[in-house]
């Protein structure tokens, strides 16, 4: 069973960057795409980022896109969030999850970590 733990959260200033780690412990997460998910206090949860494991595939909303950048370590099992140029409205609780999907839904992932807190001051 894989299981997912986000950790690099924290208080940044606008502007500022910020890398979130995605540790798989547990089989190896080839086949699985990885994404990272995101929830504003009040607000759904939205698709950040994701990879597909096998062939480094990467998707990006536009929100994010050109800001953020998403990678993986096979030798580490372990898949980070590059977010730069913050802004306040990046503020959330950013989740890893992973999945056999190619899908950005979030119900096509049933492997959740239990979150990270990021919060972009103005």
């Known amino acids: 069973q894989v299981q997912l733990v986000e950790s690099g959260g924290g208080l940044v200033q606008a502007g500022d960057s910020l890398r979130l780690s995605c540790a798989a412990s547990?089989?190896?997460?080839?086949?699985?795409?990885v994404a990272w998910f995101r929830q504003a206090p009040g607000k759904e949860r939205e698709f950040v980022a994701y990879i597909r494991w096998n062939g480094g595939y990467t998707y990006y909303p536009n929100s994010v896109k050109g800001r953020f950048t998403i990678s993986r370590d096979n030798a580490k099992n372990t898949v980070y969030l590059q977010m730069n140029s913050l802004k306040p409205e990046d503020t959330a609780v950013y989740y890893c999850?992973?999945?056999?999907?190619?899908?950005?839904?979030?119900?096509?992932?049933?492997?959740w970590g239990q979150g990270t807190q990021v919060t972009v001051s103005s």
């Open positions: 547990g089989p190896t997460l080839s086949g699985y795409t």
């Open positions: 999850a992973a999945g056999l999907t190619v899908r950005i839904l979030e119900y096509d992932y049933d492997k």
